[in-house]
Protein backbone atom coordinates (compact mmCIF):
# COMPACT_ATOMS: atom_id res chain seq x y z
CA UNK A 1 0.00 0.00 0.00
CA UNK A 2 1.50 3.61 -1.25
CA UNK A 3 1.33 6.43 1.13
CA UNK A 4 -0.61 9.40 -0.77
CA UNK A 5 -0.38 13.23 0.09
CA UNK A 6 -1.74 16.18 -2.49
CA UNK A 7 2.02 16.02 -4.50
CA UNK A 8 3.71 13.26 -3.69
CA UNK A 9 2.78 9.25 -3.47
CA UNK A 10 5.42 7.19 -1.05
CA UNK A 11 6.16 3.79 -2.32
CA UNK A 12 8.19 0.44 -1.48
CA UNK A 13 12.01 0.86 -2.23
CA UNK A 14 13.07 -1.21 -5.28
CA UNK A 15 16.82 -2.44 -6.47
CA UNK A 16 16.12 0.02 -9.71
CA UNK A 17 16.15 3.16 -7.22
CA UNK A 18 20.02 2.47 -6.61
CA UNK A 19 21.31 4.73 -8.62
CA UNK A 20 18.86 7.19 -7.53
CA UNK A 21 19.50 6.91 -4.02
CA UNK A 22 23.77 6.71 -4.89
CA UNK A 23 23.04 10.36 -6.41
CA UNK A 24 20.85 11.41 -3.50
CA UNK A 25 23.55 10.75 -1.22
CA UNK A 26 26.57 11.36 -2.95
CA UNK A 27 25.06 15.02 -3.07
CA UNK A 28 27.90 16.97 -0.20
CA UNK A 29 24.80 18.84 0.97
CA UNK A 30 22.56 16.70 1.67
CA UNK A 31 24.89 14.16 2.97
CA UNK A 32 26.04 16.76 5.88
CA UNK A 33 22.14 17.64 6.79
CA UNK A 34 22.26 14.12 7.64
CA UNK A 35 24.48 14.91 10.75
CA UNK A 36 24.94 11.74 12.74
CA UNK A 37 23.93 8.89 10.60
CA UNK A 38 27.29 7.10 9.20
CA UNK A 39 27.34 8.19 5.44
CA UNK A 40 30.64 9.39 5.19
CA UNK A 41 32.11 8.78 2.17
CA UNK A 42 30.41 8.66 -1.99
CA UNK A 43 28.76 5.35 -2.41
CA UNK A 44 28.23 3.35 -5.18
CA UNK A 45 25.14 2.18 -6.82
CA UNK A 46 26.14 -1.29 -6.72
CA UNK A 47 26.18 -0.67 -2.78
CA UNK A 48 23.10 1.04 -2.38
CA UNK A 49 21.54 -1.84 -4.23
CA UNK A 50 23.14 -4.42 -2.21
CA UNK A 51 21.58 -2.43 1.22
CA UNK A 52 18.44 -2.01 -0.78
CA UNK A 53 18.29 -5.95 -0.97
CA UNK A 54 19.31 -6.36 2.69
CA UNK A 55 17.15 -4.01 4.30
CA UNK A 56 14.10 -5.23 2.52
CA UNK A 57 14.76 -8.59 4.30
CA UNK A 58 14.40 -6.37 7.88
CA UNK A 59 10.78 -6.95 9.66
CA UNK A 60 11.30 -3.96 11.74
CA UNK A 61 12.07 -1.41 8.68
CA UNK A 62 10.37 0.02 5.95
CA UNK A 63 12.00 2.71 3.17
CA UNK A 64 9.67 4.31 0.72
CA UNK A 65 10.51 6.52 -2.03
CA UNK A 66 8.97 9.73 -1.92
CA UNK A 67 8.47 10.38 -6.06
CA UNK A 68 6.07 13.47 -7.49
CA UNK A 69 2.33 12.51 -8.54
CA UNK A 70 2.54 13.89 -11.60
CA UNK A 71 5.16 12.03 -13.33
CA UNK A 72 6.36 9.57 -10.42
CA UNK A 73 9.79 11.26 -10.46
CA UNK A 74 11.14 10.62 -7.31
CA UNK A 75 12.75 13.07 -4.85
CA UNK A 76 13.67 11.45 -1.63
CA UNK A 77 13.33 8.69 0.59
CA UNK A 78 11.19 8.26 3.72
CA UNK A 79 12.71 5.42 5.98
CA UNK A 80 11.13 3.97 9.22
CA UNK A 81 13.35 1.79 11.61
CA UNK A 82 13.02 -0.06 14.62
CA UNK A 83 9.27 -0.87 14.51
CA UNK A 84 8.22 -2.10 17.43
CA UNK A 85 4.19 -3.22 17.39
CA UNK A 86 4.15 -3.90 20.89
CA UNK A 87 4.97 -0.53 21.66
CA UNK A 88 3.45 0.56 18.64
CA UNK A 89 6.26 3.25 17.88
CA UNK A 90 9.11 3.44 15.54
CA UNK A 91 12.39 6.07 14.19
CA UNK A 92 11.28 8.47 11.32
CA UNK A 93 13.84 9.56 8.59
CA UNK A 94 13.60 11.58 5.70
CA UNK A 95 16.15 12.70 2.74
CA UNK A 96 15.47 15.11 0.42
CA UNK A 97 17.54 16.00 -3.12
CA UNK A 98 18.46 19.40 -2.65
CA UNK A 99 16.53 21.19 -5.11
CA UNK A 100 13.27 19.88 -3.15
CA UNK A 101 13.96 22.05 -0.13
CA UNK A 102 12.47 24.81 0.69
CA UNK A 103 9.22 24.26 -0.98
CA UNK A 104 7.10 22.48 2.06
CA UNK A 105 7.79 19.12 0.26
CA UNK A 106 9.52 17.50 3.56
CA UNK A 107 6.59 18.60 5.59
CA UNK A 108 3.81 17.51 3.34
CA UNK A 109 5.14 14.31 3.19
CA UNK A 110 5.78 13.32 6.93
CA UNK A 111 2.35 14.66 7.60
CA UNK A 112 1.30 12.45 5.25
CA UNK A 113 3.17 9.59 7.26
CA UNK A 114 1.84 10.57 10.52
CA UNK A 115 -1.48 10.29 9.08
CA UNK A 116 -0.83 7.35 7.46
CA UNK A 117 0.92 6.13 11.00
CA UNK A 118 -1.33 7.21 13.53
CA UNK A 119 -4.41 7.13 11.61
CA UNK A 120 -4.44 3.82 9.78
CA UNK A 121 -1.77 1.86 11.49
CA UNK A 122 -2.41 2.82 15.05
CA UNK A 123 0.65 3.65 15.83
CA UNK A 124 1.40 5.35 19.28
CA UNK A 125 4.91 7.14 19.28
CA UNK A 126 6.93 8.32 16.77
CA UNK A 127 10.34 9.60 17.05
CA UNK A 128 14.20 11.09 15.13
CA UNK A 129 17.13 12.08 15.39
CA UNK A 130 18.39 15.61 13.94
CA UNK A 131 21.26 18.06 14.11
CA UNK A 132 20.78 20.73 16.21
CA UNK A 133 22.56 22.91 13.50
CA UNK A 134 19.83 21.34 11.18
CA UNK A 135 17.57 24.52 11.26
CA UNK A 136 15.60 23.42 8.42
CA UNK A 137 14.46 20.02 9.08
CA UNK A 138 13.93 20.90 12.92
CA UNK A 139 11.33 23.69 11.72
CA UNK A 140 9.66 21.12 9.23
CA UNK A 141 9.26 18.84 12.29
CA UNK A 142 8.33 20.79 14.63
CA UNK A 143 5.05 21.87 11.96
CA UNK A 144 4.70 18.37 12.02
CA UNK A 145 4.23 18.30 15.99
CA UNK A 146 7.30 16.99 16.71
CA UNK A 147 8.83 17.82 20.24
CA UNK A 148 12.29 18.32 21.71
CA UNK A 149 12.60 15.36 23.83
CA UNK A 150 16.31 15.42 24.54
CA UNK A 151 20.37 16.18 23.20
CA UNK A 152 22.39 13.61 22.37
CA UNK A 153 25.92 15.66 23.91
CA UNK A 154 28.32 15.42 20.97
CA UNK A 155 26.92 12.33 19.12
CA UNK A 156 28.70 13.27 15.71
CA UNK A 157 31.85 14.95 14.36
CA UNK A 158 31.19 17.42 11.33
CA UNK A 159 32.97 20.66 10.04
CA UNK A 160 36.22 20.11 12.58
CA UNK A 161 34.34 19.42 15.77
CA UNK A 162 31.49 17.78 17.78
CA UNK A 163 28.32 18.57 17.16
CA UNK A 164 24.94 17.70 19.27
CA UNK A 165 21.43 15.85 18.16
CA UNK A 166 18.26 16.38 19.14
CA UNK A 167 15.78 13.73 19.92
CA UNK A 168 12.21 15.05 18.71
CA UNK A 169 9.07 12.71 19.38
CA UNK A 170 5.32 12.94 18.78
CA UNK A 171 2.81 11.28 20.23
CA UNK A 172 -0.70 9.75 18.45
CA UNK A 173 -2.94 12.35 21.01
CA UNK A 174 -0.41 15.12 20.00
CA UNK A 175 -0.82 14.46 16.54
CA UNK A 176 -4.67 14.65 16.94
CA UNK A 177 -4.72 17.61 18.85
CA UNK A 178 -2.18 19.50 16.38
CA UNK A 179 -5.22 19.23 14.47
CA UNK A 180 -2.88 17.15 11.61
Request: glycine share 6%; hydrophobic share 40%; aromatic share 8%.
Amino acid sequence: MNIETKRFVLRALEPEDASFLASLVNDPEVRDALGAYDLVFPVSVDAETKWIVEASKKDDQAHLVITKKSDSTPLGLLSLKDLNSRNASGHLSIILERKSWDKGCGTEVVKGTLEFLFDKMNFHRLWLRVSEGNHRAIRCYEKCGFSREGMLREDHFAHGGWKNSFIMSVLSEEYRMSGK
